[in-house]
C-alpha cells in the first residue's frame, strides 16, 4: 500500500500504470482505472440502449447485456495491456480469453440478477443509480475471480 501511495502523491504515473510490478495494491489499482474506462464504455451502451429501446425488465436485462459485451472487451484489452501483463494459467491469448469471458459471464448474470432486484423485484432504485452500484459490487468479484483463477501462481 505505502508504494502506492508513494507512486500516486509522488505523480509518478509512468510507473504507477506501465512498469511491471507484482505489487497487489498496483495491480489492484489499475484494474479499478481500466475498470472505470470500462463501466464509462458499459454504462454508455447501456443507456443508450434503454434510450432507445424503452423501459421494462427485459429492456433493462438487454441493455446490462449489450453493456457487459463492450464493457468486457475493453476490460480484457486493456487489463492485458495494465493490469494481468503476466501469462495466465492457459498460455495462450485465447485460453485467456475464453477463461476471461466464462469469469465475466458469471459477473454478467450478477450484475443482471441484481440490476433486478435493485430496480423492481425488491427495491424500486432507479436504473441509471442501481447500475453504479452493481457495477461497483461486480467489478470487485471479477478482479477477484479473474487473479485467483487466471493468474495466481
Known amino acids: 500500500m505505502k508504494e502506492l501511495f508513494q507512486l500516486l502523491f509522488g505523480l509518478k504515473f509512468r510507473a504507477l500504470f ?7 495494491f498496483i495491480k489492484f489499482f489499475r484494474y479499478c482505472f481500466v475498470g472505470g474506462i470500462a463501466f464509462v464504455v458499459d454504462y454508455g ?34 487489463s492485458k495491456k495494465f493490469v ?41 432504485i432507479n436504473r441509471y443509480i442501481a447500475k453504479i452500484v452493481v457495477a461497483l459490487i461486480v467489478l470487485i468479484f471479477n478482479y477477484v475471480a479473474r487473479k485467483i483463477v487466471l493468474y495466481s501462481k
Open 45 to 78: 451502451a447501456f443507456s443508450v440502449t434503454c434510450l432507445l429501446l424503452g423501459k421494462s425488465d427485459f429492456i433493462t436485462a438487454a441493455a446490462t447485456t449489450v453493456g457487459f459485451i463492450c464493457g468486457l472487451i475493453v476490460n480484457f484489452l486493456l
Open 18 to 24: 506501465f512498469e511491471p510490478t507484482e505489487n497487489g
Open 84 to 124: 494481468f501483463t503476466e501469462d495466465s494459467k492457459y498460455g495462450s491469448v485465447k485460453g485467456e480469453f475464453i477463461g476471461y469471458t466464462i469469469i465475466g459471464i458469471i459477473g454478467w448474470v450478477l450484475n443482471v440478477l441484481l440490476m433486478l432486484v435493485c430496480t423492481s423485484w425488491v427495491f424500486s
